[in-house]
Structures are given as structure tokens and as C-alpha cells.
């Protein structure tokens, strides 16, 4: 069983940055793989990025983010983080957190191969 929490969203301009940090509670976090979603008013949840388990720590990116965004894990504190830099009002949204174990590599940026997820965070780019 693991517990998402997410913070650090907020309203910021075009082209600034936000770091949004995903606090996990319960076993094995380092076991988890993890990923970050986000969904814009009337769309469907997006992959934004993925960070493998701790054994390999292979990353990967939505080509929307690709070279503006950084994923990142403290498994010593069980915290999950998104660097989010030259941010545009596209990325307005809110930003869901979640882990998950057991599915294919392959399959990092489908919804359903994450079992846990936070509540969300919102962040607003104003143009």
C-alpha cells in the first residue's frame, strides 16, 4: 500500500519554473516505479514522465516536456520530484502523482499500469 501527496503547484508566468514534489508513505517505495500525470479542464489524463524503480533508473519523457522537464527521486526520503522549466500556459493542468509495480516496461505512460495516485496539485502558466 502506498499514499501519494503531492505540493508545490501554483500560478506562475511563461517561462518560468515550478518543482513539484510527491511525497510516498508505506513499504518499498524504491520498488515502485513512478510517473507524473496531468489533466486540463475537459481532456483526459496525460504521461508526462516516468522513473523506473530504483534497480536502473531509466527515465522518460512526453515529447510536449521532453528537454524542459526533469523527473527525480529521493528514495532515502520517499519523494518524487518534477522540475518543470520554460513552462507555457499549454501546460496548465492539474498534476497527479503515481506508482506502480509489475507491468510492463513498455507500459510506463498508460494510466492503468499505475495502482496508486495522489489527489493532485494545480498548476496555472498566465500567459
Known amino acids: 500500500q502506498v499514499q501519494l501527496v503531492e505540493s508545490g503547484g501554483g500560478l506562475v508566468q511563461t517561462g518560468g519554473s515550478l518543482r513539484l514534489s510527491c511525497a510516498a508513505s508505506?513499504?518499498?517505495?524504491?520498488?515502485?516505479?513512478m510517473g507524473w500525470f496531468r489533466q486540463a479542464p475537459g481532456k483526459e489524463r496525460e504521461f508526462v514522465a516516468h522513473s523506473t524503480s530504483w534497480i536502473g533508473s531509466n527515465t522518460y519523457y512526453a515529447d510536449s516536456v521532453k528537454g524542459r522537464f526533469t523527473i527525480s527521486r529521493d528514495n532515502a526520503k520517499n519523494t518524487m520530484y518534477l522540475q518543470m522549466n520554460s513552462l507555457k500556459p499549454e501546460d496548465t493542468a492539474v498534476y497527479y502523482c503515481?506508482?506502480?509495480?509489475?507491468?510492463?516496461?513498455?507500459?510506463?505512460?498508460?494510466?492503468?499500469?499505475?495502482?496508486?495516485w495522489g489527489q493532485g496539485t494545480q498548476v496555472t502558466v498566465s500567459s
Open positions: 503515481a506508482a506502480g509495480r509489475g507491468f510492463n516496461s513498455g507500459d510506463y505512460y498508460l494510466r492503468s499500469s499505475y495502482g496508486y
Open positions: 508505506g513499504r518499498a517505495f524504491s520498488s515502485y516505479a
